[in-house]
Structures are given as C-alpha cells and as structure tokens.
C-alpha cells in the first residue's frame, strides 16, 4: 500500500536550478569560447543570440510543455501523444546511454587533475627527468610539460586508435569515485537530485567570478579579451557560423535527450514553466558568454607569456651566439637586434636560423583549442604561471566538476525516469534500480581509461548524440506541430498555466524552428558524406603533437553503428507498434461482438 | 859542463811556463766556454719558456679539442647585486678549477698556472684547458677535466654565486637532482580521503532508507492491526460509539492527487 504518485520537487526553484545545472555544463565554458575565436570574436554573438530565439527557447518551451503535460518519461510521453511514436522516447534514452557512458570520464579526469593538485609543484608544470639524469624525458620535451602530463601521465595514450593495453588504475580509481558520486545524487531520485542542485548550480558561478577577477588582473590578460571581441564581420557571411551557432544553442541546452521531458514530469501540473523556459534559456547563454570573457583573458595571458618566454629564448641565443654583453640585448629591442646581426653576420645568422622561432603574439592567440585540449592542457598551462596555481588549480577543477555532475544528474535521470514507467521496473526500490544502472555504465565506460580510451571517448563524443538528436528534435517539433496537433498542444498548455502560447510562440513551432532543423540537418548529412573518411587527431610520441589519422575498417564502421542505433529506434518501434495494432485489431473484433450478444 | 845544466834548467822552466801557459789558457778558456755555455743555458731556458708560453698559448684556442667553452650570465642570475667581471674574478676561476682538479687527480698538484684561458669575450665566455703540472706542453684529457668538473660543480658554482643554468660548462650536462619520490603519492592521499566521505554517505543513505522502510511497514502493520480490532469492536458491540464507516477512515492513503 505504498504511495504511488509521482515523487516531485520540493519547489520550483530546485526544478530551476536542476534545469540550469545540466544546460550549463562544460560545454560552455570550453566550446563556446572556441566557436567565438575562430567565428569571428563579437561578431559571433549575433548569430549566437539569433539562433537561441529562434530555436533554442522554443524548443526548450516544448521539451519543458511535453514533460509537465504528460508527467513520465519521455518514452511514455512520446507514446501518449501518438502511439507511433514511442521510438522518440526511446531514441532519446540511447542516445542518453551513450552519452552517460562517455561523459563520465571527463569527470575522472577532473577529478585527477583536482588530487594531483596537491602538491607543492604541480606535475604539469615540470618535466619529469629521465632516467640518466641528464635533461628531461625526450618526449615531454619536443611538446609541453602540460601536454605531456595530459597524454603521457593522465591518458598514457597509444599511438592509434587500433592498439590496446590495460586499465590505467588511477583513471580507473577516478572514474569509479565519479560514478559512486553520481549514485550518491541520484539514489533518492528526484529528492537527492532537488537537493544538490543548490550546490551544482550556483557554486561554479561563485568560482566563475573568483577568476574572472584573477583573470582581468593577469598580465596580458587585455590581449585575449581585445582579441575575442574584436569582431571579424566577414565571418558572418560565412555559412558554417550560423550552422555552428544553431548546433551550438541546441547542444548547449540539452535538447533531445530526453532529460528536461525527465525533470519537467516532477513539476506540479500548474507549474509555470514559460517563464521558467526563458529564465534558464537566457541563463545558460549568459554564462557562456561570461565564461568566454573568462577564458579569453586567461587565453591572453597565456599567449603573452608564451610571446615573452619566445622573446626572451631568441635574446639568449642571440647573446650566446654573438657573444654579446648580457645587457646590451633587451626585450623590446630584440627584433631590432635580429635585422642589425642579420645584415653584419648573415653567415652565422643563417646557421642559427633553425633554433630561432619566431615570437608573434597575434599567432600565439590564434592557436584556438577546443573541446578537452582547452579544459585540461591549455587551461592548466595559463594555470601554473600564476603565483599560488595551487588553489586557482584546485578551484578550477571543482568548477569543472560542478558543471560536469550537475550535467550527468540530468543524463542519469534521462535513462532512469522512462524505464521507471514501465511496470516490471517500477517495484524495484529506487536505490537498486539507479544503483543497477549506474554499475551498468560504469561497468562499460571502464573501456575508456584503457590506452587507445580517449581516442574512442573523440568518437563517442563527435558522432554518438550530434546526428541523431538533430533527428529526434526535429521529429519531436515536427510530431508537436502537425501530428498531435498545435492547437491540442495550445489547450494542454492553457490547461496548465491558464493562458494559451502567444504567436512568437506557435511561430517558431510551425515553421521556424522544424525549417531550421531540416537544413541543420542536410548539412550534417552532406558534411559526413562529403568530408570522406572521418579522422581522428593521435597523438604521436616522437614528433610530440598530434596527427591526423584516418579511422580503421571497424572504428568507421563502429561510427556507422553509433549514428544509426539510436536513430533507428524511431521507424523500428513504429513498425512493432503497426504490427502489433494489426494483431489486436483482428483479435478485439470478435470480443466486441461477443459483448454485444450478451 | 856548466852551458849543459843551464840549458836543461832553462828547458824545464820553459816547459814548466808552458804547462803553466796553456793550464791557465785551458782555465781561461773552460772559464770562457762554461760563460758561454751558461748564457746559451739562459737563452734556452728563455727559449724553451717562451716556446713553451707560445706553446701553452697555443693549446688554448676555441674549439681545442681537449678545451671546454664556458659562459657566466651573472647579471641573469644576480640582477642588482652582479659583480663586475675582471681579471681578479679570472684567477678565481682559474684556482677554482685548479682545485677541482687537484680534487679529482690527487697524486698530481695542479697550480693557477696549468689553467690557461683564452678567447674572452664581453658576453664573459671563454675557453679553457688545463696543463698536466709535470710537463706544461702536455694537455690533461678531455674526460677527466669533465670528471673534475662534475665532482665539484657544486664548489665552483657556490664560489661565484651562480647555478648550473648561469654558469655553463658547454659540453659538461648537470647532473639533475634525482626526484623525490614518496612512498604513497599525494594524489592517492586525497584520493583515498574523498572516496571514503563518499562511500560513508552512500552507505548512510542506504541504511536510512532501509530503516525508514522497516518503519513504514511497522507503521502500516500497526494500523491494519488498529483496523482489524476497530471492526472486532464493532462486531462485538461493545463500544458503543456507533458503527464505524470504513470509508472515511485514512483518507490519503486512498486518494490521489
């Protein structure tokens, strides 16, 4: 005789702040700042923040409108609004699996860079020397201490994608601890989840803040910002901008997944969620423009500092070749020196000329890195030329891990709330079942912290949710829109929150936004048709950079696996129900007239 | 008979003037040759030293093959409190090094002498190479002047202030300092500390919601014991409150919102 209805926020300020801790998560404080550099600078921002009220508020409405309506999962949603369609829900639950499988590892790694910031001189700040003891180790020193501590120490990654090797044990330790945490916020559900959500939400604000101020008071820290908003106008007649701003706005807030359908289904039925939809839409975009103004001035920093050490490298050498008093060379007038000794001694200047690499600042600033490189290389690189980089270290990396597990309680709760619907799961206790599934992925996601581990992570990451969650929302808009209705789907609404969507609303729903899906869609498609055999960047140990790769025979075809799996579910599950109506049609006639007849 | 004996006694003073004669000419003449013999001594000796600075010169050159390259950055290193670089400093260097090598090879004593310096230059570099003491025109090996210099690298970086980074011995690698490796890495300290708070809030939990979940279905045994002896005693009729209506009893249990 237990109690049967739905658990629910304590208040809609949890269901707030869960919505703001999974839409801002890493992506944007380490892909939205890349977009901005190599779009442009400021100029990005205009078709960033015309794709977001084009399509990202409006399709956020929708998720929040589906979930609230039909309070359950997003396959039982889907179901109820047409029973077709139940492959949607689905698709968004493997495409949810997928995602919790990968993204975890992010966490591990997060949660190394933290532990191992506790020491008096950071690992990735040194070379660790070799074993004769006379200079660094070979490898570190054709590419960067934070480079090396990242592929060598951290990942200890294979050359290709083809080789293997064990379980690095303390990426494993790292992952288990970041899984075992996952569980410790979602065992209870939505209750646990309501509550750390305080905390994930607001916290990585509070170090935001703590860095923006470091990072304005960095030497050099003026170049990256000038930089970043600069804006380039000639990017925006590039088509590739507005694709990256719509595909950005949609991956940024979590569309697609089925995660916000999960937590909008906890709400009171009443819940005012349109305003809630535009507070969160705005926050998440906000936050990534601030963390872009934060990562700029650290970028600038760090280019600075590089320019310097460059400078300085040149003038030693300079002294050194020439024999030249140690004070007649300075740092501004090293370029003077180079043409004065190119045009006196062009013989010795020539045999030089190899050692010497050129300084530019406007170079080092254009070396854009995205993605992990950002987070974890250059980030701990700007990191430890700051005086006490032990605590801005530490801070950084509990931010990045706020922001990763406040975005994995929203994947966990993707696949955790449809499956609960269903009737064979639903007398699990909750503990167990979450428990079930958290063993489940991290079980699998073990594969990741082996060697060739972050060369599969890249593919997970680039091909296991972009393709098919373009499909499954523009299937979702599309099936609100014309399938069950726009004016079934405004009455819900009203029903709701007591007055019907405005015309903005209804705009974007029928024509806008599925218009803006469809050609984001067919580009992506001639993209990876076009773009022929999909690479990899592996990181190769002698040169001491990474190179582009081509993928094997079974990692193209496991690519091939990935995009279809989850998109397939949709026409599969509407093929089974089909057959299915067709066997109970033909058994439920004869019932009918049976009834009749007595 | 008297014209005889004059005659021998004259003959033997001649003779004995003779023999006084050339004794002294052979005096005069030893004395004339050693002079001479001396003073080709001297401009030999004068020769052979000069040859011998010329040589020694010339066995310090740049790129000597048994010479080693150094260069001091003291204004790196000392910024405001850098010395200026003079002779005075050289011979410092020069009697550092005949320490370290006296250090290294201990039968033989090395003087400022057998360290000889050529190829100064205002960026204060210059090359050096050393001179076995026995014999100036004789090099000491390549090797072992590294061996010395390695041994009391330290030594001779204190004497002058600088490091193994500002004060270069090209060709001479430091040795680096071993790194210091702890028993338990730090990481794993940290490690260990947050996987137990998690571990002891998991456990907490779970044991609290078990607890709860013994209480509730306490709770609800109670109550459905309450039932039962309710509808006993209105069977029995012995309470005489009325009949007791089931359907109002426990409302929420059965409705739902």
Known sequence: MEKDARPSWDNPTQFVLACVSYAVGLGNVWRFPYLCQSHGGGGFLIPYLLMLVLEGVPLFYLELAIGQKMRSGSIRAWSNISPYLGGLGLASVVTSLYLCLYYNIINAWSFWYLFHSFQSVLPWSVCPINSNRTGPIEECEKASSTQYFFYRETLNI?????????????????????????????????????????????????????????????????????????????????????????????????????????????????????????????????????????????????????????????????????????????????????????????????????????????????????????????????????????????????????????????????????????????????????????????????????????????????????????????????????????????????????????????????????????ALFIFYIINYTMGGTPTYQAWDKELGKSVVTEYPVFGQVFIGLLLVSSVSCVPLTALYVFCRKRKHGSRRKPELVSMVSA | MINLSSEIAYDSVWTGLNILQSAIISAQLRFLLSLLLSVEMLEKIILLLCCSCAVAQHLCTPDASDGYKVRLSIKTALEGQAYEWNENEMFLFRATLAFAMRNHIREQKFEVSNIIVCNETPRVSFWFVVTSPESTSVLIGKEDVEEAVRKSRNRINSAFLLTDKTLEFIGILPTLAAPVDPDTPPWLIVFGVVMGIVGAGIILLLVSSVVQKKRKNEMTDDEENCEETRVKTVENGSVGEGVYNMSFSDDERFTQM
């Open chain 1, 158 to 518: 294979s050359p290709t994608i083809e080789e293997n090797g064990g379980i690095h044990m303390g990426q494993a330790l790292c992952f288990v601890l970041a899984w075992l945490i996952t569980y410790l916020f979602v065992v209870r559900g939505v209750k646990s989840t309501g509550k750390v959500v305080y905390f994930t939400a607001t916290f990585p604000y509070v170090v935001l803040v703590i860095y923006l101020i470091r990072g304005i008071t960095l030497h050099g820290a003026a170049n990256g910002i000038k930089y970043m908003f600069t804006p380039k106008m000639e990017e925006l007649a590039n088509i590739s901008t507005w694709i990256n701003a719509a595909t950005q706005i949609f991956f940024s807030l979590g569309l697609g997944f089925g995660s916000l359908v999960a937590f909008a289904s906890y709400n009171q039925y009443n819940n005012n969620f349109e305003r809630q939809a535009i507070i969160v839409s705005f926050i998440n975009s906000g936050t990534s423009i601030f963390a872009s103004i934060v990562t700029f001035a650290i970028y600038g920093f760090k280019a600075t500092v590089n320019y310097e050490n460059c400078l300085e490298r040149t003038r030693v050498l300079l002294m050194n070749t020439f024999d030249l008093a140690e004070d007649s060379i300075s740092m501004d007038n090293v370029f003077d020196w180079i043409e004065k000794l190119n045009a006196t001694h062009p013989l010795q200047f020539a045999q030089i000329a190899d050692k010497y690499d050129d300084c530019n600042l406007e170079s080092e600033l254009d070396t854009a890195v995205e993605g992990t490189g950002l987070a974890f290389i250059v980030y701990s690189e700007a990191i430890k030329n700051m005086p006490l980089s032990q605590l801005w270290s530490v801070l950084y990396f509990i931010m990045l891990l706020l922001l990763g597990m406040g975005s994995m309680l929203g994947n966990v709760t993707a696949i955790i709330t449809p499956l609960r619907d269903f009737k064979m799961l639903s007398h699990m206790s909750n503990e167990l079942f979450n428990g079930l599934v958290c063993l489940f992925c991290m079980l699998l996601g073990l594969g990741f912290t082996t060697p060739p581990g972050n060369y599969w992570f890249t593919m997970f990451n680039d091909y296991g949710a972009t393709f098919s969650l373009l499909f499954i929302v523009l299937i979702e808009v599309i099936t609100v829109s014309y399938i069950y209705g726009i004016r079934r789907f405004e009455k819900d609404i009203e029903d709701m929150i007591g007055h019907r969507p405005n015309w903005y609303w209804k705009t974007m729903w029928v024509v806008v936004s599925p218009v803006l899906l469809i």
